[in-house]
């Protein structure tokens, strides 16, 4: 017996975990896919809150996970490192609503200037299941198909389930917003550059320790997981306009990914109506492309709600 189930082994799921194995919970991680086969693994993952709307609670959540990247960053954790960046503007813009969150932000007429932390997610992802299982945390892979079905095996269920809770959750609000990428050979580079509002599309390019992952696509309602090679064509296209050094760099991958929406914005509340056998619910998903970015603030959140 444990005291709480995290359904979902994503980066929301993990953070979940460790969160409430600190707070002394016994916790299993049940989820139909390991960390390294979540939508997490695909994550260009820079803290950045991507077409998330301005909001109070948000910004705190957002603010207390740069503050813990930051310190996992200091502290030598696997896969992340600070990293600067420049927001390039297409016209003057006001102070983002986030902007309180990063201490170095400063701004001109033509860019935004910030220092974020950036993960590898393949390493990162690794580091937070090790980090599970040091707190005495356990992993089961299973595919549930309705949250009835954990009534009664725990008194606390968290819902982390990203997509999959449009059907889970019976959440109609839930809903994908595709992303593709191509990662291509670092040549040097150590700045993440944005463009936002590229004419042609959402476009952004993050160097890691050996290649650097370039974007992007932001397609609502769209459901396609394969790569389109136009698209891939486009990124690159785009990306080599703005850092000519990237010309030639070989691409190493392609990839396209479905990030977990939410009209409304991320649902991180209780349930009001409890599971078969009293067991109660809370919800932690529909962060879209800010799980990273919120993770760790929504974890805290999580430990309040579970144990309230």
Excluded: K
């Excluded at 997509?163 to 040097?188: C, E």
């Excluded at 932001?218 to 486009?234: H, I, K, R």
């Amino acid at each position: 017996m444990v005291d709480v189930i995290v359904l979902g082994a994503g980066v929301c799921g993990l953070t979940s975990a460790i969160r409430l194995l600190e707070a002394g919970a016994r916790v299993a991680v049940v989820a139909a896919d390991p960390p390294e086969r979540t939508v997490s693994s695909l994550a260009a993952a820079v803290w950045y809150p991507t077409r998330t709307a301005a909001d109070p609670l948000v910004l705190a959540w957002a603010r207390s996970t740069y503050d813990e990247l930051s310190r996992q960053a200091s502290g030598g954790v696997p896969g992340v490192v600070p990293r600067p960046t420049r927001m390039l503007l297409r016209r003057p813009a006001d102070r983002p609503w986030w902007a309180d969150a990063v201490p170095d932000f400063s701004a001109t007429r033509d860019e935004w200037r910030f220092t974020v932390p950036s993960m590898e997610m393949e390493v990162y992802l690794q580091w937070l299941a090790e980090r599970v299982r040091a707190f005495g945390g356990s992993f089961a892979t299973e595919r549930i198909g309705r949250l009835g079905e954990l009534g009664g095996r725990a008194p606390v269920v968290v819902n982390a389930t990203g997509l999959a809770a449009r059907s889970l959750a019976g959440d109609p609000a839930v809903h994908p917003a595709r992303g593709q990428i191509v990662a291509v050979a670092n040549p040097g580079l150590v700045t993440s550059v944005r463009d936002e509002a590229h004419p042609e599309g959402m476009t952004y390019i993050h160097p890691r320790s050996r290649d650097v992952v370039l974007g992007g696509t932001f397609e609502l309602d769209d459901w396609s997981t394969t790569p389109d090679p136009a698209v891939s064509a486009a990124i690159l296209r785009r990306c080599v306009a703005l850092v000519p050094e990237l010309a030639g760099a070989p691409v190493l991958r392609e990839a396209a990914g479905l990030r977990p929406a939410r009209h409304g914005g991320p649902r991180v509340a209780a349930d009001p109506e409890p599971l078969p056998g009293g067991t109660r619910v809370v919800h932690n998903y529909g962060h879209g492309g800010a799980g990273v970015t919120l993770a760790w603030g929504c974890a805290d959140e999580v430990v309040r709600l579970a144990t309230a």
